[in-house]
């Protein structure tokens, strides 16, 4: 068959998509062949910046994985750079001196980082930040060098910056100007932005231009413009991006800014298209997603021939991918004599809204902390809608999702039309968010259209649609979140893990390992006086009272209150560690000693030997209280730290919560025990205590937010435990008080405890749930029955 | 050539209680006994194909046990490792009579 010849250079999410297109139209028709420098196949660029976050790994984000080359017969020359086009004879020829005729030529070179033409930018250290090998280039300077400084306080800059600070480096972030983001933001949202960005611990240097690389064979310093100097053993180059066109313009085909490319992305030579960032389309030169894909779009229709609408352009809009920031904009960003604003600006919530219209128009918008209307602003706005259509209720949303075309563009990231997820809905009958998002990908990238889906699910579902179905379930054995069953056991009174199951319509008989635990703790948690544990329904640790290792063996961890031991049980763990030969003694991080490598059958032994109770040490609940050594003995000390912890620790032992909870006493702001990092942490200063919370060690780093400032010792307990309870009370299972506190935020937590009739009852209910526990070892050892059924194991010798 | 199954006596029915795993060993050989909510009794092979962890000491769902290491689940009753992980765990026969429980080797 004679196929006609289609040759890409460039192997994009832009470039690919146009193939995407082209094969849905006519499937069979085109010998294909795509040549990439990247010696990777079609990835998420715009994700780049989760890998370099944490959030997600390379091989998550890949978009069309080999085997789709393969499937689709397109031949992939990945690692190779097309350095020629001939134009006349219509062929291309690449750096390993291959030829490749064609019939039809796509140029999708996308763009190049901008690097600042400094002295010294050619240093090892400096990198730009556009794809994988740049991403990996930073993550292994991160494990040798500290201080990495970003030039370009844009989108691009400030998400490799929030990377860098996640991989563990402090981090200057440079600025031309005096706003941040200046091309996507109003000045307003700009400053709310940097503050929130200061929190998270980035610094920023304002109007400052960078002048020189300075160092020797690598970068040591950066010097500015007005003299100042600063140091830094990492530069990433976030200056912006500039129109890959070279091999464009050398070939001939007419470029100014980017390649000049009409409405169905032709170039100036017939038969050459260009579509992506390197395109120029009526003056304009896109740098995001969504644009890249209508003009691919466009471009299929006319290489397949096919009668269809050219691309007429589009309106820019910006989500930033930086956990904890939510900002949004769209079209026009400030206002003029001849605009009319809607504003909205809430500094006490950090929430800032505002929308731009001109004649009655909506011509653009800017949200800060709150986007969950991103994606319908940016259809109105796209439409140039009235202002009256978005003045209306919920119906308008719905009806604006009546009204998009099956082929426009719901999730630019992952390029998902409407079409694609009202089909996935019908044919497969989704009934859930988070199913629509598992089955067509929408929303899987930076959530942005989150509400949009959730529209046209509802549009499309029509009276079958429950909105009760769209949280966050417990769990796939149900679709009710962790509010939704708290309420429920609440209400009907429910009082076993196997009745909620059944009373509220589980999809498996007996859960599994996500909901038990958490279904036997919310019960504890409601009715703790009348709530039998369910032994069944706890994590091997909580429920062997010791923490299983890889080889099934077990580490003990004794209570050590605040840290503090004596001769006496020190000789005593010794003992216990010759007698049952103990492989490990360890001194633990929360300052109390781990025995490793101790036999499930001679837990019970050990426990009785030891004759102390346990630390918990493997529990969702208070693990230790670390205490520095305090007024004492230490010459800065201004309390009695360890009295402190220790008073807290005998007070709060035992208690279960949604997550461990660690706490930390410092007797000075020095903090040697390490207060700032711990979900509660008391910090004595002159005369007082000031009481951290929210505070991360682990795997999510987060420093404590001071919740307030107290006299007393009683006043320390009872901020403690109203605290501990709410958080008992309010959190989802497996929640650390770190996200808890993120997620309802410090200022509604402190709004709450504000109130002391809410503390005195807050305080009431922990004491209750206190009343009851029971030291555990101890049960152990005084009950046959527990020994015989969870700790002995059967012999039989042969 | 085949030997007859050999019939070991590893517990008493009642004494065993509902979805909490036990560890036997026979020999060299680790078994984890199971007594399910339905009173049926099973017998695995006390090991995850994953990473060798304990089963004895998993969440029991119905037929399946999730290993308390990487949380993966295993059907007690034809060893198979469900979904997205593959692998398979040998099953041991089981035989009840007045009250006793058996594994038959």
Sequence with gaps: MNQEKIVMVGNGMAGVRSIEEILNVRPDHFHITIFGTEPYPNYNRIQLSKVLQGDTTISDITLNDWNWYEDHDIKLYSGE?????????????????????????????????????????DKEGVTAFRDIQDCEKMIDCSKVYKKAAVIGGGLLGLEAARGLLNLGMTVDVIHLTDCLMDRQLDETASKMLKKELEKQGMKFLMNKQTAEIIGGDRVEAIRFGDGEVIDAD????????????????ESGIEVNRGILVNDYMETSIPGVYAVGECAEHREVV???VAPLYEQG??????????????????????????????????????????????????DWKGVYKKIIIRDGKMTGAVLFGDTSEGSKLLRLINKRANVEEYMGTEEAAESMVATMADSELVCGCNGVTKGTITEAIKKIGLTTFEEVKACTGASRSCGGCKSLVVDILAHTLGDEFEKEDQKEPVCGCTTLSRDDVVEAIREKGLTYTREVMNVLGWKTEDGCSKCRPALNYYLGMINPVEYEDEKESRFVNERMHANIQKDGTYSVVPRMYGGVTSADDLRKIADVADKYEVPLIKVTGGQRIDLFGVKKEDLPDVWADLGMPSGYAYGKTLRTVKTCVGESFCRFGTQDSIGMGIAMEKKF???????????????????????????????????????????????????????????????????????????????????????????????????????????????????????VTKEPWKEVIESEKIRKELYETVRVTK | MEKTNERIKVAVLDEMPEKIGRTVRIGSLEIALFKLADGNVRAIENRCPHKGGVLA?????GEHVFCPMHDWKICTTDGKVQSPDVGCVKTFAVKIEDGNVFILI
């Design chain 1, 297 to 346: 779009k466009a471009m299929a229709a006319h290489i397949c021939s096919e009668q269809a609408p050219g691309y007429e352009g589009s309106v820019l809009s910006t989500q930033l991918k930086v956990s904890g920031v939510d900002v949004f904009s769209a079209g026009e960003i400030v206002e003029d004599e001849e605009t009319k604003t809607i504003k909205m600006f809430d």
């Design chain 1, 81 to 121: 750079t097309v350095v020629h086009i001939n134009t006349k004879e219509q062929f291309v020829q690449t750096n390993k001196e291959r030829s490749v005729s064609y019939d039809k030529l796509i140029i999708a070179t996308g763009s190049l980082p901008f690097i600042i033409p400094v002295p010294g930018s």
């Design chain 2, 57 to 61: 000491e998993g969440i029991i769902s």
């Design chain 1, 653 to 771: 032992e035992r208690i279960g919560t949604p997550h461990k909870v660690k706490m930390a006493v410092s007797a000075c702001p020095r903090n040697c025990a390490e207060s700032g990092i711990k979900d509660i942490g008391v910090v004595g200063v002159d005369g007082a205590w000031e009481i951290y919370v929210g505070g991360n060690g682990g795997t999510h780093l987060r420093a404590a937010d001071l919740f307030c400032k107290v006299t007393t010792n009683e006043e320390v307990m009872e901020m403690i435990g109203a605290f501990l309870q709410y958080y008992r009370e309010d959190a989802a299972y497996l929640e650390r008080t770190s996200v808890w506190v993120e997620r309802v935020g410090l200022d509604h937590i402190k709004e709450v405890l504000a109130d002391k009739a809410t503390r005195d009852a807050l305080n009431a209910r922990i004491a209750e749930a206190l009343s």
């Design chain 1, 234 to 249: 990492l530069v990433v180059m976030a200056a912006g991006i500039r129109p890959n066109t070279g091999l464009a313009k």
């Design chain 1, 286 to 288: 896109y740098g995001l």
